[in-house]
């Protein structure tokens, strides 16, 4: 479990393996955030690059799809939005690892984002297989 702290955002993030080493990703993935926001936000959407080489390419599949039908409350309840500022959230999903990908070793940035701004983020080092 790692923490961070973006945009007055407190986020924990929950991936596996863990997230201290290099991910690997094949076929699918699954990964979980822990957020809260101070603000009330009407959408939330990801925003999921890898760095290939210096150049930050969308992760397709995932990269710009709205978050709000993958949101848990602490309890493990089901959330959507909008959502209430202070309130803390559980994200979770899973992403299908597309055959298209080539077999290499990238940076993930995980972003979700509220009107193109990002609301919380991490980056994780993977390898693509």
């Known amino acids: 479990m790692a923490s961070y702290n973006v945009e007055g955002t407190y986020l924990m993030v929950d991936e596996s393996p863990n997230i201290s080493r290099s991910a690997i990703f094949a076929n699918e993935h699954l990964i979980g955030v822990c957020f809260s ?22 992760f397709i599949g995932v990269d ?19 959502l209430t ?8 999903d899973s992403f299908p690892v597309l055959e298209l990908y080539p077999s290499i070793e990238v940076k993930v940035h995980w972003a979700l984002q509220d009107l193109g701004k990002d609301i919380t983020c991490f980056e994780v080092p993977a390898r693509i297989k």
């Open 37 to 58: 926001t101070q603000k009330d936000i009407k959408e939330l959407k990801n925003h999921v690059t890898a760095d290939v080489f210096g150049v930050p390419l969308p």
């Open 64 to 82: 710009g799809g709205s978050v709000c039908d993958k949101l848990q409350t602490e309890a493990g309840e089901k959330a959507a939005c909008p």
């Open 85 to 92: 500022a202070g309130t803390t959230y559980v994200y979770k």
